[in-house]
């Protein structure tokens, strides 16, 4: 790098970009990410001031959060923060970083309720099981929160076994969604999945269990995030089953249930036998792909009629 009082903030930014080469698919957007974390600018601002002479104390800085990241700790804990859906939540190694393939379980969950409220449901309920950051339950409530016709109640739990992602959760719905509507309920619950889940039943549950098989090999930025949110038995398998097996007495007839999985466990859960079994339960089911083509989003629906009206809260 040039001498102090040379260098630009274009430099700062190719510097960077050199030192993330190793440990970065995109050094380029991380280098500018963190530089305009640091100084408070967004992208845009930095590129446009790319001549301008930097700070000292800013060149200082970016070094240091250039170390974190050569020491694999992920952006979204360095800035705090992880883009999900279009809105920034805030993020800390109590919860999993908000991944893109699961912005495809909120489109099928709004989905669902849509075609709920399309019956012309006035009542809905939705649960979420592993609450995380609440990346789920909040993007669902914001993309649903100005359709929902005059008169129409949604009443949302959404669970987390971890108190301190429960409070993430919490500050990202202050954040993101202010007080809400009389119409509309959210309450956060401690809970090992259903264990502290009142028994009313659902038009919809979703969630994001653990999936990865213990013992599996995993890229260096994964071991800063919670073990818990990831790792699975059975071979990612048993929360999955643990699940679709004590859903039903929480969803409505016809309610849906929807959960992401990973490479190859929906054709794992049909030959071992999980899904044939469910089918004592489940109406239908099928799945749905994300971008890289991963069948990434099972689907169950419970048998039953569609229920009209669910009663009241």
Known sequence: MKGEGEITYANLVQHGRDELLEVSATPQLESETLLSFLIKRDRIWLIAHGNEPVAREVQEGFSALLRRRRGREPVAYIRGAREFYGRDFLVTPDVLIPRPETELLVEEGVAVLRRALGRGEKILRLLELGTGSGCI???????????????????????????????????????????????????????????????????????????????????????????????????????????????????????????????????????????????????????????????????????GEIADLLPPP
């Open 137 to 303: 339950t909040i993007t669902v409530l914001a993309e649903l929160m100005s359709e929902l016709p005059s008169g129409v109640v949604l009443r949302c739990r959404a669970t987390d076994i971890s108190p301190a992602a429960l409070r993430v959760a919490e500050e990202n719905a202050h954040r993101l969604l202010g007080a809400l509507p009389e119409n509309i309920s959210l309450e956060w619950l401690h809970s090992d999945w259903f264990e502290s889940v009142p028994p009313d039943p659902c038009a919809l549950i979703l969630s994001n269990p653990p999936y990865v098989p213990e013992g599996a090999a995993l890229a260096p930025d994964l071991s800063f995030e919670p073990s818990s949110a990831l790792f699975s038995a059975e071979e990612g398998l048993a929360d999955l089953k643990t699940i679709i097996t004590h859903a039903p007495p929480f969803l409505v007839p016809g309610g849906v249930l929807l959960l992401e999985g990973g490479i190859g466990q929906w054709k794992q859960l049909q030959h071992d036998g999980t899904l044939e079994h469910a089918g004592e339960s489940y109406a239908s089911t099928t799945v749905f792909s994300d971008l890289q083509g991963i069948e990434r989003v099972f689907f169950l629906r419970k048998r």
